[in-house]
């Protein structure tokens, strides 16, 4: 799959996307078991042996989860293909790492884990900054298909909206309430891993083309956005 990119890795908008990424405080922090869970669960949906959280800044792509390649704190920009994948509106799919695929990026470091395979979706903020990606990862030549394609989308969304409730819990001095919404959410994302590892098990695998998986994953998906919408709702600052 070829994936067109701009010319350059340093988009026109990048003073203001910085902003953004900076007011909210989460690039280069230590990791939350929340956007842990995020990742595994991307992990099983698409049996892709890597799954990541990244955001994007100046000069260093940071990883705030990583399932499968653990211990790895991020890229530098350069080396990153999210740093790539940041600068299209749209879900970035490319089925190998070679250097003609995307001249923006230095491809040695995915190629020196046998990676082949990257989807990723952007983290877009409410001012519509996209900040970094929620990426599956691969060895094995693949495409996604159009239900696949949705439902990475809904899971960036899913983490662009925890990142805003992370913000404003933190931002208006709310630790105990952030805490408490990631145990709540926590709870919702350990059933959904629960009922994906059996899925899998049940199926051999997870098909998202599947209308009866489809909506099953679906439903939990929505069930996810509940609770953020549930809680970014009650913030005393909608009030």
């Known amino acids: 799959m070829t994936q067109e990119f701009p010319d350059k890795l340093v988009p026109s908008d990048e003073a203001a996307r910085l902003r953004?990424?900076?007011?909210?405080?989460?690039?280069?922090?230590?990791?939350?078991?929340?956007?842990?869970?995020?990742?595994?669960?991307?992990a099983q949906l698409f049996g892709t042996p890597i799954s990541l959280i990244s955001l994007v800044d100046e000069e260093y792509v940071y990883f705030k989860a990583?399932?499968?390649?653990?211990?790895?704190?991020?890229?530098?920009?350069?080396?990153?293909?999210?740093?790539?994948?940041?600068?299209?509106?749209?879900?970035?799919i490319t089925s190998d790492y070679?250097?003609?695929?995307?001249?923006?990026?230095?491809?040695?470091?995915?190629?020196?884990m046998g990676l082949n395979f990257y989807a990723g979706s952007a983290l877009k903020m409410p001012d519509g900054e996209r900040i970094g990606m929620m990426a599956v990862i691969g060895r094995e030549?693949?495409?996604?298909?159009?239900?696949?394609?949705?439902?990475?989308k809904r899971l960036a969304n899913l983490v662009s909206r925890t990142i805003e409730l992370r913000f404003q819990y933190m931002n208006g001095d709310l630790a105990e309430q952030w805490e408490a919404a990631q145990h709540e959410l926590s709870g919702t994302l350990d059933d959904n891993a629960a009922l994906t590892r059996y899925l899998a098990t049940r199926n051999n695998g997870i098909n998202l083309d599947d209308d009866e998986i489809q909506d099953l994953v679906l439903r939990r998906l929505v069930g996810v956005d509940k609770v953020l919408d549930r809680r970014?709702?009650?913030?005393?600052?909608a009030a």
């Open 232 to 237: 970014l709702k009650g913030l005393p600052q």
């Open 141 to 152: 030549y693949r495409t996604l298909s159009a239900a696949e394609e949705d439902v990475l």
């Open 20 to 42: 953004t990424l900076h007011v909210y405080q989460i690039a280069n922090t230590t990791p939350e078991k929340i956007f842990d869970e995020y990742v595994a669960w991307a």
């Open 98 to 112: 070679k250097a003609e695929s995307c001249r923006l990026i230095k491809p040695d470091v995915a190629q020196a």
């Open 66 to 92: 990583v399932a499968g390649a653990e211990g790895v704190p991020g890229l530098p920009r350069a080396e990153s293909m999210c740093s790539a994948a940041i600068l299209v509106d749209a879900p970035i």
